[in-house]
């Protein structure tokens, strides 16, 4: 394998993983969850939802010939009128992620020297893949501290749990 084929499959290896922690949180949440807000200036997991989902759809369509920032997607609509409900919510998230991974699916050793445009702005596919992994991973982390928020002590982290890393360790160093 070479080292295009290794990062690009660490890449999605990541990718998979934030996406695990916001389908493991979303499972948590009931239908009036997907629309709290800790304040009125604050988003719910909804609307951070959304803007994901037209920042995916935006930057991973035709991300190798268009540039990221599509004339169709209007940013600050995605911040208004969430989804009314949980099941269009996570119907749209795997759109979302299903555009991003076809993407990643779609490079190879002839495209991987590509230059990707963003906001008009040329990235490496090294520089755009990293951009976006840093801002989904952000706003998963969002996504999973509303849900602990909102469930309290009936939450289940998605991750290692507080007080059970030497537990994960055992279960990761147990000789086989």
């Given at each position: 394998m070479n080292y295009q084929e290794n990062y690009i499959k660490s890449a999605v290896f990541e990718f998979?993983?934030?996406?695990?922690l916001g389908d493991k949180t979303f499972v948590q949440l009931e239908e009036k969850d997907i629309h709290w807000t800790f304040s009125e200036?604050?988003?719910s997991v909804a609307i951070i939802v959304k803007h994901m989902v037209g920042n995916m759809l935006s930057r991973w369509t035709n991300f190798l010939t268009e540039d990221g920032e599509k004339a169709w997607r209007n940013r600050e609509t995605e911040f208004k009128d969430a989804y009314a409900s949980k099941p269009e919510m996570i119907k749209a998230w795997e759109k979302g992620w299903k555009c991003l991974f076809d993407a990643l699916a779609s490079i190879n050793a002839n495209n991987f020297d590509s230059k990707i445009k963003i906001r008009n702005e040329?990235?490496?596919?090294?520089?755009?893949?990293?951009?976006?992994l840093a801002h989904y991973a952000n706003h998963v982390g969002q996504i999973v501290f509303i849900g602990k928020m909102i469930?309290?002590?009936?939450?289940?982290?998605?991750?290692?749990?507080?007080?059970?890393?030497d537990d994960f360790n055992r279960q990761k160093f147990r000789k086989s």
């Open positions: 998979e993983r934030y996406k695990t200036i604050d988003n040329a990235h490496t596919i090294f520089e755009a893949v990293n951009r976006q469930k309290k002590s009936e939450w289940v982290s998605p991750s290692i749990a507080k007080g059970k890393s």
